[in-house]
């Protein structure tokens, strides 16, 4: 099997950890000899804006479709305003495909410190609605600079796109142990939109008699992310909500450098794009010490996408033996570089 694949480093330390994420699977595909893997990268990134005009060029979305996935590091520059980079590059690819699952596992990695204490019951997969809602881009300014000036940010949600996430999420919940599902929405405030969002929730449910439900406001499920993490399993929440909690989940997981993220078109018409959860992080740019980890367990979902089940557990095993043995970057407080956490997970996959 060959699989095609679309790397997109962008910008800050995206190409650092897309970079090392790509030195894994070629480890990975030489190991099992199972799959072969073509990849071609794209210089797709704010520089490339600051000299084109554009972040996308004509027809590039095109040329994305002859692939079978997306390797996609993090857009964001000082010198570009975050909602041109954002809406320049990696909405018009979530969005373009269709790609309205985002799915964000939050787990606390052996050897790896929750600043919970009971951060061992941390065991989460969010989903967040990834196509609509609160980034629709539904909006407008008006009376710029005068005293009246009004901006709106107008959510839209609409039948078929809250049902279809919701049964995405029941589906997944199902294959999960503890078959349990909790649906976040703020419908007490808001009273159209969230209000449709529960009442289809509860609609998809009638076919799953099988699985747990239970509902919480956005804000009264922080604190129980924080004070109770056993208790959650599946969280379905809006496109704005599930990008602020999977933030927390991050870091109460131990670092936004481990958090993995998959945008998926679960009906394949379109690949589907794999991410860290992290933004391009200027601060470490170029210091060789951004954590790869987040990146290595986005291929591991890649992979289990691509039908290479095998080969996605072999790279979690290696992944997990590799933060117990405290090899750690500066964000989990070791001393460890970029290149040495990709060295040793590498190495893991070779000897086992
Ligand atoms: P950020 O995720 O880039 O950084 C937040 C903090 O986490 C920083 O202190 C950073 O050093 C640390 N961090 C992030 N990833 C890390 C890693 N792999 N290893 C070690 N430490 C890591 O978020 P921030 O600062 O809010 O945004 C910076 C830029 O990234 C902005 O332009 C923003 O728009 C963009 N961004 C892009 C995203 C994407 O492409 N999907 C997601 C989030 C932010
Ligand atoms: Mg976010």
């Known amino acids: 099997r060959t699989h095609k694949i679309a790397a997109i480093g962008a910008d800050g330390i995206g190409p650092e950890v897309i970079r090392a994420g790509l030195t894994v699977l070629e480890a990975l595909a030489a190991r099992d000899g199972g799959f072969r893997m073509e990849v071609e990268s794209f210089p797709w990134s704010s520089d490339y804006y600051l000299a084109h005009g554009h972040y996308i060029p004509e027809g590039g979305l095109e040329r994305l479709k002859q692939f079978d996935a997306i390797f996609f590091g993090a857009v964001g520059s000082q010198q570009v305003p975050d909602h041109v980079s954002l809406w320049g590059l990696r909405l018009p690819i979530a969005q373009g495909f269709d790609q309205y699952a985002n799915v964000r596992p939050a787990r606390v990695l052996p050897g790896v410190k929750s600043p919970l204490q009971n951060g061992a019951g941390i065991d989460w997969v969010i989903i967040r609605e990834n196509s609509e809602g609160e980034y629709a881009g539904n909006g407008g300014r008006a009376h710029r600079g005068l005293p009246i000036e009004v901006g709106t940010e107008v959510a839209v949600f609409t039948r078929a796109g809250v049902e279809r996430i919701h049964r995405f999420a029941f589906e997944l919940a199902m294959k999960r142990p503890r078959r349990q599902l909790t649906l976040v929405t703020k419908s007490n405030a808001q009273r159209f939109g969230m209000v449709m969002w529960d009442e289809i929730f509860y609609e998809v449910a009638k076919d799953y008699p099988a699985l747990k439900t239970d509902r919480e406001l956005v804000d009264a499920v922080t604190t129980r992310m924080v004070l109770k993490p056993q208790t959650l399993d599946v969280i379905v929440a809006t496109n704005l909500h599930a990008d602020i909690l999977s933030d927390l989940a991050a870091a109460l997981s131990g670092s936004l450098g481990i958090a993995p993220t998959a945008n998926l078109n679960p009906e394949r018409q379109f690949p589907s794009m794999f991410e860290p959860i992290h933004g391009s992080a200027f601060d470490i740019t170029g210091k060789g010490i951004a954590n790869p980890v987040a990146t290595f367990w986005t291929a591991s979902m890649m992979l289990e996408h691509l039908g290479e089940a095998d080969a996605a557990a072999r790279l979690m095993r290696a992944i997990e033996a590799v933060t117990a043995s405290g090899l ?24 086992h």
């Open 328 to 351: 750690h970057t500066p964000d989990l407080g070791g001393t460890a570089t970029t290149e040495d956490v990709t060295r040793a997970v590498c190495e893991h996959i070779r000897q």
